[in-house]
């Protein structure tokens, strides 16, 4: 069975911190990771596709860096803002099931105005 | 370009009883994969179809079928509803398989079974 962990679980910030979230994965047979950013009421929606060891991307005050060796990758957020408020989902990808996305449970930030 | 859509957005049914949730994917899209969130649970994928074949099944009993049509729209059944089938089912779809294809996700059913 294919554990996808994140942490923390939940995070409460000031508006105008940083902070960041960790996501573990199986380092064998990675094919891909997605973060997803799910706010309440509303679908999910992608932030990050990851294929290569290393890939760093950046997508605003947001981004997020890979190491498939060790099997994890790190969200970033810049200078939180409340509309930051949201559960951010990572979904790992094996090279068997190219179509079968594995979810972590998530870190739910809520930033305080 | 219309988003992925899913019917109905709420359900209340009854423990025994089957039901049929639709998703229409986004125009071009020919993969749909279905995923059920449970209080507690993060999102569980159920299966993928891509061109109308099932390619990837989750770890779900029978009880839990889907289709997909020609133009690509998807449907998943559960029979014999169970209460902890109560749940918020997403569907999401994505142009190709691939590993750097995203997945677009619908609103969700809510299913109640009571």
Redesign the interface.
């Known amino acids: 069975i294919l554990n996808v962990e994140q942490s923390p679980q939940s995070l409460h910030v000031q508006e105008g911190d940083s902070t960041n979230f960790t996501c573990s994965f199986p380092s064998s047979n990675f094919?891909?990771l997605?973060w997803?950013r799910w706010e309440t009421a509303?679908?999910?929606?992608?932030l990050f596709?990851m294929?290569l060891n290393g890939d760093e991307k950046k997508k605003g005050r947001i981004s997020a860096t890979l190491n498939t060796k060790e099997g994890y990758s790190y969200l970033y957020i810049k200078g939180s803002q409340p509309e930051d408020s949201a559960t951010y989902?990572c979904?790992f990808?094996g090279s068997s099931?190219?179509?079968?996305?594995?979810?972590?449970?998530?870190t739910t930030l809520q930033v305080k105005p | 370009k219309a988003?992925?859509t899913q019917t109905p957005r709420y359900l209340i049914k009854t423990r025994g009883q089957q039901v049929t949730l639709s998703c229409s994917p986004i125009s071009g899209h020919r993969?749909v994969?279905w995923?059920q969130q449970t209080p507690g649970?993060?999102?569980?994928?159920l299966f993928?179809y891509?061109s109308e074949t099932q390619?990837?099944k989750?770890n779900f009993p029978g009880r839990f079928s889907g289709r997909q049509f020609s133009n690509s729209r998807s449907e998943m059944n559960v029979s014999t509803l169970e209460l902890g089938d109560s749940a918020l089912y997403?569907c999401?779809s994505s142009s190709h398989?691939?590993?750097?294809?995203?997945?677009?996700?619908?609103?969700?059913t809510r299913l109640t079974v009571t």
């Open positions: 094919y891909a997605h997803y509303k679908s999910p929606e992608a596709v294929t989902l979904a990808i099931n190219t179509g079968k996305l594995i979810f972590g449970q998530g | 988003g992925v993969s994969s995923y649970q993060g999102l569980q994928f993928e891509f390619r990837n989750g997403l999401a398989r691939g590993r750097d294809i995203e997945q677009y996700f619908g609103p969700g």
